[in-house]
């Protein structure tokens, strides 16, 4: 399995940003998918998930300015990004937790993608 990350970039300050990640590979059903960040001398930390059924959760700096969304179909998650702030501006990295099922036999396997820069000037 692959997770494709784009569309990260260089926004001002207010401005919008759309990402994608899309998951690639064996047959298998997604139980969730997350976008994280880490800024330069920082740790990583959960931006927002959103599980298979679509129930979601975000961190409280993003809330009310990013929303996350997944396309089953697609197996493909976006994260979109408005009213951006300098704070914001961090290396955004693509995660999924998935399910593999084959006959009676389950098991769930974690993914990260190799990130996509976002920079916000103020």
């Known amino acids: 399995v692959q997770l494709v990350e784009s569309g990260g970039g260089f926004a001002q300050a207010g401005g919008s940003l759309r990402l994608s990640c899309a998951a690639s590979g064996s047959s298998f059903s997604i139980n969730y998918m997350a976008w994280y960040r880490q800024a330069p001398g920082r740790e990583r930390e959960l931006v927002a998930r959103v599980t298979g059924s679509g129930a979601t959760n975000y961190l409280d700096s993003t809330k009310g300015r990013f929303t996350i969304s997944l396309d089953n179909a697609e197996n493909t998650m976006y994260l979109q990004m408005n009213s951006l702030k300098s704070e914001d501006t961090a290396v955004y990295f693509c995660?999924?937790?998935?399910?593999?099922?084959?006959?009676?036999?389950?098991?769930?396997?974690?993914?990260w993608g190799r990130g996509t820069l976002v920079t916000v000037s103020s």
């Open positions: 995660y999924a937790d998935l399910d593999f099922t084959e006959g009676y036999y389950s098991h769930n396997e974690e993914y």
